[in-house]
């Protein structure tokens, strides 16, 4: 046990060393379900690669696998940050298959349906201990960001030490409000943007460099 | 466990677990005995809460227990923590900074949080 745990992590020290120079940080998307995780994982995707991570949908849960893409070259100011974009699926403490039925989805395909989603729930809590080097915390700046899973996941992060960085989405619709995401995390920078319409992408690739390059 | 409910009892069990016994128990020993009883249909109260790596796993392990028709996961609350959070790493290797917060678990078809702030939690608790 010991010698093994002693074997792996001078191996991963030894790959970090490997890797020192062009180390590809993992960036995980985190957030709760709808709050445009794909859009915006998409956004960066096909901003710089040109193609897409995954289906966005206004079904919850559409995105039942943590996906990943990676080498995502980000150029900024002469200098640039490769990244791996890690979309994971919304983390929650309680899935019901009825709640897909409310999509007039059948029964079969619902309940298929809330088993991948707790599958994905539970891979995207263990990406978070073992395999992400950084966080964008996404939230939908429309809703109350003051609820349990939220907290619970930044302290999560937080107790990682990992770097993180709020997002507030949504800010095309008429009832976001960024201050109330600032409120609730004042610890952290939060970045006002739309994934949806490309709102303020500037910023977020600024951001993303400096945070995470 | 302490001892379970009469089947034919249709109230509440409200299980309320003291730092002191938690203390002395592993992360999967305290998960195991929250999702024990919240599977029961019982509301469990931690004194002193979880650590955040407790959560993670709580979050994880309560998943991997869902399934239709049965179990639906977990409705959990804790107060929030206080807005000044400036603890550094070292206050938190060191200790300092302890999870010291009452948190309720409870199953999720039975429990709804009603009002939450950060001196109030109050709950809506069915019966099955
Ligand atoms: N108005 C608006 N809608 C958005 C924005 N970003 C995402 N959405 C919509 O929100 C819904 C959920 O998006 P998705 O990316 O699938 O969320 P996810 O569950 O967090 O991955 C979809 O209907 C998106 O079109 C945004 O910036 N503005
Ligand atoms: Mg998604």
Redesign the pocket.
Same mark, same amino acid.
């Given at each position: 046990m010991g010698l093994i745990n002693g074997l792996k992590a001078s191996i991963s020290r030894a790959r970090d060393r490997l890797f020192a120079d062009d180390e590809q940080k993992r960036i995980g998307i985190y /957030?709760?379900? +709808?709050?445009?995780?794909?859009?915006?994982?998409?956004r960066i995707a096909r901003d710089w690669t040109g193609d897409a991570v995954g289906?966005?949908?206004?079904i919850?849960?559409?995105?039942r696998r943590a996906r990943r893409k990676e080498d995502v070259e980000i150029k900024r100011n002469g200098k640039s940050v490769t990244i791996d974009i890690v979309?994971t699926? /919304?983390v929650t403490t309680k899935v019901d298959y009825e709640e897909f039925t409310e999509f007039d989805m059948e029964k079969e395909d619902a309940v298929r349906r809330s088993r991948e989603a707790t599958e994905g729930v539970a891979e995207a809590m263990h990406w978070l201990r073992e395999d992400v080097d950084g966080v964008i915390y996404?939230l939908?700046s429309t809703e109350d960001p003051f609820t349990q899973v939220n907290t619970m996941l930044i302290g999560i992060i937080e107790s990682r030490d990992l770097p993180v960085l709020i997002f507030a +989405?949504?800010?095309?619709?008429d009832d976001s409000t960024q201050q109330r995401i600032r409120n609730a995390f004042p610890q952290h920078e939060t970045v006002p943007?739309?994934?949806?319409?490309g709102?303020n992408m500037d910023e977020v690739y600024d951001k993303i460099a400096e945070y995470f390059g | 466990m302490p001892e379970t409910k009469d089947p034919d009892d249709d109230g509440v069990q409200i299980d309320l677990i003291s730092g002191e016994r938690m203390s002395g128990m592993t992360s999967m020993e305290k998960i195991r005995m929250i999702l024990d009883g919240v599977h029961e249909g019982n509301i469990v109260i931690l004194e002193e809460g979880l650590s955040p790596d407790e959560e993670s796993r709580l979050i994880e392990v309560t998943m991997t227990e869902i399934s239709p028709d049965g179990f639906n996961g977990i409705e959990i609350e804790t107060y929030p923590r206080a807005k000044t959070n400036d603890s550094s790493f070292l206050d938190r290797l060191m200790g300092k900074e302890s999870a010291n917060k009452l948190t309720v678990i409870g199953p999720a078809n039975q429990i709804e949080t009603l009002h939450k702030d950060e001196t109030l939690i109050s709950a809506l608790v069915s019966r099955r």
């Open positions: /957030g709760p379900p +709808n709050a445009g995780k794909t859009t915006l994982a998409n289906p966005e949908s206004h919850p849960h559409e995105t979309d699926p /919304g996404v939908d +989405n949504k800010i095309d619709l943007l739309s994934a949806l319409e709102d | -």
